[in-house]
Nanobody
């Protein structure tokens, strides 16, 4: 049974940083990809970043240069490091792995 659990959200001031975690289990981890999405109030869920099992990464244009995704292979945890956060980054952030969504973690950027 695949499990996906996000953590690390919170309230941060503009310009601040947060690191989100996505712990995954119950699946093979080869030839797979982990994806981060976010959903702001009243908006559709949008893709943010991706990391493959080979370590390749891709980012949505608005987060390039500010967000970085990485993977701890030993513990099967994927991280989303978010720097220089802006109010428009406020959303619930979700991890998608092997067709399974986590419960999401709230990120609020506000002064």
């Amino acid at each position: 049974q695949v499990q996906v659990v996000e953590s690390g959200g919170g309230l941060v001031q503009p310009g601040g940083s947060l690191r989100l975690s996505c712990a995954t289990s119950g699946s093979s981890f080869s030839d797979k990809a982990w994806m981060w999405y976010r959903q702001a109030p009243g908006k559709q869920r949008e893709w943010v970043a991706l990391i493959t099992s080979a370590g390749g990464t891709t980012y949505e244009e608005s987060v390039k240069g500010r967000f970085s995704v990485s993977r701890d292979k030993t513990n099967n945890i994927v991280y989303l490091q978010m720097n220089n956060l802006k109010p428009e980054d406020t959303a619930v952030y979700y991890c998608l792995f092997d067709g399974h969504w986590g419960q999401g973690t709230q990120v609020t950027v506000s002064s």
